[in-house]
Each structure stands twice: as C-alpha cells, then as structure tokens.
C-alpha cells in the first residue's frame, strides 16, 4: 500500500471510530461528512483572483440605474418605490410574463418617468443584464430562479439585489460568494426586516450598550400562509416546501438577530441544531392542489445556534398553522431585554437609564417592561439616525409600513455615496444558510450541524456592524477595491 493510501485509510478509520459511534448514526452526505460527532459541509477554497468583499465599496454612481426583475406580489412595490427617490433611472422591466412588466409602467408614468424597456419569458433576464446602461438589477422572482438571474447579472457588470432568501442551499450560497468576490459586484440579499422601525432602534440601543452583553435571541416566520397559496406564479412556494425540509424562509427573524450579535464582525456562528415536526396542514393543502402524497416542510421547526463567544440564537418557522404573525425578535441582555411580538416591550435595569439626558423617566421595575409611555420616550431617544433622516418619507411612501423604502432608500444611497452597504454577501450566505443546514440536522437526528465560516477566516476582521454615511470610509479595508 502506498503512502498516501495508508494515511487515507488511517483517517477513514478514524472518522469510523469518532464519527460514528453508533451504526445508526451517518457518515456522510451528498455535500458533508462527520467529524467527532458534528456534520460538517464541504467548504470551498478560495479561488486564485477573488477578493474578500467585506467592507467593499465602488466608487460612486451618482445615479442608479435599474432592471427590475419578476414583477408578481412583490416587484411591482419596489418599482414603485423607486420613483420616489433622487438620482434613480428604471431602464428595463421584466417578468416571465409580458402582461407583468407592461403593468408597471404606469409607476414610471405617474412619476413623469420615461417608459422603460420590456422583456419577458423565461430567459428574458438575459437581455436585460446584457445592456450596458444598467447597473443594478433588482431581482424579486421566485426562490428557485434567484441565483441563475443574480450569476448572470454579475457576470454581466451588474451589481445585484435579490428578493429574501436569495439562495436555498448552501452550494448556491458560495456561488454567489464566489461570483461576487471574482467579479466584484455587490450582492445583497433585501432584507427589509433589519430597517423596521423597533428592530433598527433596538440595535441602535445594543450598539450603545443598553442591553448590556447580549446573550440570547429570538427570531421567527410565523405566518399562516392559507389564504395566500393560490397567488403564488406556477404554484413555486408550495411546491418549494413541499420538496425542501428545514427552514425555508429564515431570513425575516434571523437577520436582525444576526445584526444585533455582530456574526462575521465579531462573532461567528460554530453549530446549529433542529427539529421539526411532521407536516399536518402542509401535507393537507399540497394533496389538494398538488395531489401528492408527500411533504417535506414540516409545520413548524425550531432551530438553535451557537456562536463562538459563546451566544444562543433560536429561530422559528411556521406557515401553516392559524397563530398570529409573529417575528418574535427577542433580545435577551445582561442588562436588559426587548421584545418585538405578540407584544413589543422593553425591559431595562435602572442603571443602564442616563438620567441626565431622560431625567423624566421614573424608577423602573425590572421584573417588568417598561411602562409604555417610557418606552414610547426611549424609542423616541435611541431612534437610529437612518430612522431620523429617512422615517417620514418612509411612511409616506410605505411598504410594509416603510421599512421596505428605508431599504431601497439605503441600497440607493451606498451606491450612490460609494460606500460598503449594509447587508453584504456574507450576510446573505449566513442568513440563508439556515435552510439546508437546518433539514441537514433535522434529518439526522437533530445532530449538530457546523456553520460554514462564509468569511474564510475574516469573521473577526471587522469590528462590529456599522451603517455607513456619505463621508465615512471604513476603518478596516480588508482589500482594495
Ligand atoms: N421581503 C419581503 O417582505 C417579501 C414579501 C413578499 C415576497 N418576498 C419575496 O419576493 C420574491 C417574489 O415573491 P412574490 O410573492 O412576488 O411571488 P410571485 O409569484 O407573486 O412573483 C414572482 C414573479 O417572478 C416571475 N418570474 C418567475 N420566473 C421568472 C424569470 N425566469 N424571469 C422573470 N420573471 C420570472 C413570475 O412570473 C412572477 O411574476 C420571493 O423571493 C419572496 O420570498 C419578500
């Protein structure tokens, strides 16, 4: 036996005897293997003429000119949206549908807007990304069309913004990372969510360190989706939770958990654990209108992850069952707690208030949330300063009630200042990462599953999460731009 295949079949044996104690317990998968009892997915180097994209920015492009990609439920809000900003072109409209992309001119009409270019069919995206007076293509298609579109975007010169989750598996995460890094386009995931209003003025207060050290948090998507499965184009979502286990839409809850945790500026997620209950209504609407027989989404599943320093983070899906909609959102802090759904509220301990700049707030009991008239004054107190420049526009123009705006707004805004923006590819990777990680563990077991360092070692790199403002440069340039 040669060398090496000596060496080979010593640490075959080896992963037998620490890996696999047990012969009911897994050795591998299609994309991971075990080690001392952790699944562990294949991870890809780094190829020879990519670049780290943390912290990246480009030069400035004083205006953003746009392709609007899908255009069903969702599309149509953000075209709209973007009449109302500055410095913002809408050059093409596209949607596997003609009728789609032709009914959105008339948000271009409205705003006194030239007509933009149509394209549609399956590969119509082609064309669009193909123009060279593009620079951002907005993709707001199903799940299963987002990478394909957002690879042939950056391919083609073009910086991207892709609908939640951007990616469903943890292959088409690096893909993304890979063609971003090579081609150095921004990727971002909308994840309008992290921009509503408690959420951001939350992380505001924990940047600031009112809740002391956090320790725990809590995220959801739960929302009975019943009435709404028929609107979906080609019936894409049900038929995704029918073919996909794990937590198929975790970005909502699980981002502004991530944020408020500093993951990849700080911190790292090491290994996550999940369990998931059969599917009962799931199964029960899919047999009706799919006529199947089987559904791999259970109804609700519950996800745990630990970070290197040391934190917990759980995380919930259900949209299946008739509960309130519910995002939970839930900080838990040495010195205090917030809490968004089914009631939002803040706990504080009195010496986290500084008197001297709120000297109306009383004694606090802190067994309790705060009165509501002293959160009202402390949200007020601690609004972030996006909040503050962009709130009453927000509201006006909407979008689940402005934080949708706030979002395009900010994406519009770093790329016209030149600078990092606030969600980039690795946020994407990490948030979406959670579904396949998730079915991978609640296939196995619950055993624990190890998080992917998306970074490539560059997770503690950066200094804590920073929404930069024209002006500001970042203080660590991990590479050059
Ligand atoms: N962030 C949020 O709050 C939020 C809310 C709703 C939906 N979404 C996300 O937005 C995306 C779209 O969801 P939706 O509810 O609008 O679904 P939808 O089915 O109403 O719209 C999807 C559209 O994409 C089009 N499409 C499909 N393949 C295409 C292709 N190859 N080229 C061009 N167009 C194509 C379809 O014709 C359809 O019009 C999903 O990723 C969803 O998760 C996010």
Known sequence: MKKQHLILAIACLATLITGCKSSEKPLAGSNWHVEDGVIVVNEPHRAAGQQSMLEFYTDPIPVVRVGFVGLGMRGPGAVSRFTHMEGVEIKALCDKYPDRAHACQRYLANAGMPEAAEYSGDEGYKQLCERDDIDLVYIAT????????????????????????????IEDCWRLIDTSERTRKHCMMLENCVYDFFELTCLNMAQKGLFGEILHTEGAYIHNLEPFWDDYADNWRLDFNQ?????????????????????????????????????????????????????????????????????????????????????????????????????????????????????????????????????????QYYKHPIHQEIEEKAKQVGGHGGMDFVMDYRLVYCLQNGLPLDQDVYDLAEWCAISELSAISHANKSMPVRFPDFTRGDWNKVKGLHFYMKGERPATKIVKN
């Open 142 to 169: 199903n799940w299963q069309t987002h990478v394909e579109i957002a690879l042939y975007a950056m391919e083609h010169g073009k910086h991207v913004a892709i609908e939640v989750p951007s990616a469903t598996s």
């Open 243 to 379: 073919k996909h286990g794990g937590d198929v839409y975790p970005t909502h809850g699980f981002g502004p958990c991530c944020q408020a945790l500093n993951i990849h500026r700080g911190d790292k997620m090491e290994y996550l654990v999940s369990m998931a209950t059969k599917s009962v209504n799931g199964l029960k609407i899919a047999k009706k209108k799919m006529g199947v027989d089987e559904f791999a989404c259970g109804d609700h599943i519950v996800t745990l992850v630990m970070t290197k320093s040391g934190k917990s983070m759980e995380i919930q899906h259900n949209v299946f069952t008739p509960r309130p909609y519910n995002r939970l959102y839930q900080l838990t802090g040495t010195e205090g707690f917030a809490n968004k759904y089914p009631v939002s509220g803040l706990t504080l301990r009195n010496s986290q208030i500084d008197r001297n700049a709120l000297p109306d707030i009383p004694q606090l009991d802190e067994h309790d949330f705060v009165p509501n008239d002293v959160k009202n004054e402390l949200l």
